[in-house]
């Protein structure tokens, strides 16, 4: 039976989530280390359906002029695994992230299905559309647009996968890994539809563990690496994969003899070894995280501007300079990023353990500003947790701070701190920071949500997560714009139902 036969008309669609790193920027660089890694509920999108003719077309309808064609050889005969070859067509736009994408899972799924079945299921060609949650690209233009305020409930109104009216390369990123959850998404729907993985492998209910979803982020890692041209840590794509988590990184030897030009003559190492789970090299760990319940994630593009490659190259130059006093800081900085994980994950464990106790606790405390939470008498385990918990997030704010300044790099620089205490003084808010490897460009702040304020028609002027939107429309030093995006609780890389994504159907058919 056919790959189309199987899957009727509907296009295979899979997503990947976005990411925010709130603690281990540039530690998450050393394996040494860890970080936490949230994912968020705006993702990317890819959806496959096979063509009408040879070839393979990719386009993104968000942009002007998104949209790149290929041409795709498969040798090799009923035995054999055979080669595959993506060439971009003449005239064609470029795109190296879905090119090698492209190229390397086709050659891994020639490897699994052999290169008979891979040409056979390309007969048709593939057309593949790939959107992304607007929270990915800045909606300041757009809310102006429409004459709304930067307000969360103001985003309701943007229509989903909005089209952005630039192209690709001109278009305002917000930090939330869109390269990273494009091509895992595309990987995973590739490798789906070309059944070169199980058809449950990336369902919520793949509780046995197929070995789908961890084949399918190896290959998005290989090909995320090659498209950048360096071996990275590798959490965006791991968020994208699995979800939240504690992520400690792959030693990049794993990559390293698959990073080679296609062009030298040499045989290359085979995909589906190199790649698969069982290769004792991917030796990086992913430890389950969530965020307690009844805290809310928000998120804030600021328009200020980061070079994120910039400030990671000075700040390692720093570190290889200052060896023992940098081993000594990112000891410590570690030290704090872990017992902050901790004491989050032990928030989780205490609603479990007494959820009245805990809903009384964060009400109270979503009233009082943190640095009041310790007058608090008497006081509950919960309310303990909490005010460590607190400490531990400015903890890790100030050393990120030291290590800015000695290394001589704005990770949090006064204009964010200024923000940040800004927020962080609003009753109901237990911490915040500068995503990732730091800058001028978002900011993240967990607020205690104990009235489930996800729901924006809900906000009052009443809860932490209002206040800090306050502080966010009336700050004039920076343009700040909130992001609508949450924790998202499912396991990263997710098969969809076109029905089920609010506004993709009308995406696809743009």
Not at 413 to 437: F, K, M, Y
Request: charged residues 20%.
């Amino acid at each position: 039976m056919s790959t189309e036969q199987e899957q009727g008309a509907s296009p295979t669609v899979v997503s990947a989530p976005g990411k925010v790193l709130i603690a281990g920027g540039y530690l998450v660089l050393d394996q040494k280390y860890s970080g936490v890694v949230v994912s968020t509920s705006s993702r990317f999108y890819t959806a496959i359906r096979s063509g009408s003719e040879k070839g393979i077309r990719v386009r993104s309808p968000q942009f002007e002029n998104a949209s790149w064609e290929y041409d795709v050889s498969v040798n090799g005969g009923e035995e054999e695994e055979g080669d595959v070859r993506v060439s971009q067509r003449d005239g064609a736009q470029t795109n190296r992230f879905v090119y090698v994408a492209l190229q390397q899972t086709l050659r891994l799924a020639c490897e699994i299905t052999g290169a008979a079945h891979l040409d056979s299921a390309l007969a048709r060609g593939l057309d593949v559309t790939i959107v992304g949650a607007n929270d990915f690209y800045s909606q300041r233009a757009k809310l102006a647009e429409l004459g709304l305020e930067p307000r969360i409930a103001s985003l309701a109104q943007i229509p989903p996968f909005a089209y952005t009216g630039v192209s690709l390369k001109d278009v305002h990123k917000t930090g939330l890994g869109s390269s990273a959850a494009l091509i895992t998404s595309l990987v995973g729907a590739l490798l789906l539809h070309l059944t070169a993985i199980p058809s449950t492998a990336l369902d919520a209910s793949d509780t046995a563990g197929s070995g789908g979803r961890a084949l399918t982020h190896a290959a998005a890692q290989l090909a995320h690496c090659l498209a950048q041209g360096k071996v990275g840590s590798g959490f965006d794509v791991a968020a994208a994969s699995f979800g939240s988590q504690i992520y400690t990184r792959f030693s990049p030897r794993v990559l390293a003899p698959l990073m080679s030009d296609d062009a030298g003559g040499a045989k290359k190492p085979s995909l589906r070894t190199a790649l698969a789970p069982a290769n004792a090299d991917w030796d990086h760990t992913v430890a389950p995280f969530q965020l307690p319940p009844a805290t809310r994630l928000m998120l804030a593009d600021v328009d200020a501007g980061s070079d994120t490659p910039s400030l990671v190259g000075r700040v390692l130059k720093w570190r290889q300079s200052a060896c023992a006093e940098a081993t000594a800081l990112w000891d410590a900085l570690a030290a704090s990023n872990d017992a902050l994980a901790k004491a989050l994950l032990r928030l989780s464990e205490l609603h479990a353990q007494d959820a009245q106790t805990y809903t009384v606790a964060f009400a109270r405390l979503a009233q009082l500003p943190a640095a009041q939470w310790s007058s608090i008498t008497p006081r509950d385990v919960v309310t303990d947790m909490l005010i460590d918990a607190h400490r531990l997030a400015e903890d890790v704010r100030a050393k990120m701070r030291e290590m800015g300044a000695r290394a001589g790099v704005p990770i949090e620089p006064p204009e964010q701190t200024a923000l940040l205490d800004a927020c962080v003084a609003q009753a109901g808010v237990l911490g915040g920071g500068v995503p990732g490897a730091g800058g001028y460009d978002a900011v993240w702040v967990l607020v205690l949500d104990p009235g489930a304020s996800s729901n924006a028609a809900n906000i009052t002027e009443e809860t932490p997560l209002r206040r800090v939107e306050n502080v966010w429309a009336g700050w004039s030093a920076l343009d700040v714009s909130p992001l609508s995006a949450t924790e998202s609780f499912a396991r990263g890389l997710r098969r969809e139902r076109v029905q089920d994504v609010p506004g993709l159907e009308e995406a696809l058919n743009v």
